[in-house]
């Protein structure tokens, strides 16, 4: 694997589930393989079992209703 990945990942929640386990394990994995790994969320329960110093967490009032996407993704970028 290349050490020049960069990855986002969006999530709303980081509460026990599914998708939020394996959103932290690809996390753990790239930086472990050198990569640089951020997470995007409004918060949760599993940002506990992340090392900070590897992983960087990114806190945001992420949501999933469309609208809100929009009025966030102008607010940062206009």
Not at 24 to 29: C, G, Q, R
Not at 31 to 56: C, M, P, V
């Amino acid at each position: 694997m290349s050490a020049n990945i960069r990855l986002l990942q969006i999530i709303p929640n980081m509460d026990i589930g599914g998708a939020e386990t394996g959103c932290l394990h690809v996390a753990e994995h790239i930086s472990k393989e050198g990569g640089f790994s951020a997470i995007l969320t409004s918060g949760g329960k599993l940002l506990e079992l992340i090392d900070k110093k590897k992983i960087k967490i990114i806190r945001w009032p992420v949501n999933k209703n469309f609208f809100i996407i929009i009025l966030n993704v102008f607010y940062i970028f206009f």
